[in-house]
């Protein structure tokens, strides 16, 4: 990626977050209508499971999830893109005790940003956490970010990162799940290389066009920003393959990967408004980090993986 288009990228996106430093957590941690923050719950399971002595969350936002990681033994740390939400951060762990300099800015592009703090540990984290942070860096740059998160791990340490379940759309019918049925299942461009002729080619045509209708393109509606900065949905929000980014933390050197979902939806989400409280009981009744269903039926997953000791 040319150092132009990253500036570019990572412009709109510190934009796009600007202004949600200080509503960030209450909109999506703390407010009724906001799902629960189960991924929270995991990470902290992980942690106490792990023992680990110290933590760096990349792409930390508001400390949405440091802040409710205030474990025995645990040292915090956490860096972000967005200036505002570093001051957010700095403000609330400030509250907890912890000094400014356990969140600094800094980007999961750049591999100075892991250890930008004077005091992080010298041997590296017993753990790396980076959530919601995937979705905005490019398909080429992914490797990078996950070879970053490993050298910031001491040996054997332990990393937890989420990601947008691209397989999601195969339950959702909407917008999402046309761009997997022709960009990622049926491959379209390499499909009509194969049509031998003319009327091959318009049967295809249609054929796609027929599949089009099965789907509502029109959901979920774009999401924009609160005021003249971009929206989530007007900057770069990609989903990720568990199977694939699974295969590029094997490349990397992880050792036991493995996938867990998380935010199961008990129907497809525009059915949601038919009966919003049962949905919403029974998609929470499904929250099952290890279900086979949550390839389909999660919209995000958390890729787990060890440091070779
Ligand atoms: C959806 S929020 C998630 C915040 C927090 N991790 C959480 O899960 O609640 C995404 C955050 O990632 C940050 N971010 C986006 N791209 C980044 C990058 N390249 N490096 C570091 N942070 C980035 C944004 O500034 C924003 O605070």
């Known amino acids: 990626m040319s150092k132009t288009a990253r500036s570019n990228l990572e412009a709109a996106i510190r934009r796009c977050y600007s202004t949600w430093g200080e509503r960030y957590y209450d909109d999506y941690y703390a407010s009724d209508s906001a799902?629960?923050?189960?991924h929270t719950d995991i990470?902290?399971?992980l942690l106490q499971k792990e023992a680990a002595g110290s933590l760096l969350d990349a792409g930390c936002g508001p400390a949405s999830m440091l802040r409710d990681l205030a474990l025995p033994g645990l040292e915090r740390y956490g860096f972000d893109m967005t200036p505002e939400m570093v001051d957010e951060a700095r403000r609330v762990l400030g509250d907890q005790g912890l000094p400014p300099e356990r969140v600094w800015q800094g980007s999961v592009l750049d591999?100075?940003?892991?250890?930008?703090?004077?005091?992080?540990?010298a041997g590296g984290f017993d753990a790396a956490i980076c959530f919601g942070v995937l979705p905005h860096i490019?398909?080429?740059?992914?490797?990078?970010?996950?070879?970053?998160?490993?050298?910031?791990?001491?040996?054997?340490?332990m990393?937890?990162?989420?990601a947008r379940n691209e397989l999601f759309g195969l339950f959702t019918l909407n917008r999402y799940s046309r761009e997997l049925f022709r960009d990622r299942l049926i491959r379209e461009e390499a499909l009509i290389e194969t049509a031998k002729t003319p009327s091959e080619r318009e049967a295809l045509r249609a054929a796609l066009e027929s599949l089009d209708a099965r789907f509502r393109t029109d959901l979920p509606p774009l999401r924009g920003g609160y005021a003249d900065e971009p929206g989530y949905d007007e900057v770069l929000s990609r989903t990720h393959n568990p199977f694939e980014l699974r295969a590029q933390a094997e490349a990397a050197g992880f050792?036991?990967?493995r996938t867990l979902f998380y935010h199961y939806h008990a129907l497809p989400p525009m059915l949601e408004a038919e009966s919003p409280a049962l949905f919403r009981r029974a998609s929470l009744a499904m929250e099952d980090p290890e279900d086979w269903r949550g390839h389909f039926m999660a919209s995000a997953f958390i890729?787990?993986?060890?440091?070779?000791?």
């Open 35 to 38: 799902y629960p923050p189960i």
């Open 43 to 45: 990470v902290r399971d």
């Open 111 to 121: 591999a100075a940003a892991f250890a930008a703090s004077s005091d992080t540990p």
């Open 138 to 157: 490019p398909t080429e740059a992914d490797a990078e970010v996950i070879a970053h998160l490993r050298d910031a791990l001491a040996p054997g340490g």
């Open 159 to 162: 990393v937890a990162v989420e």
């Open 255 to 257: 050792e036991d990967v």
């Open 303 to 309: 890729l787990v993986a060890r440091k070779p000791g």
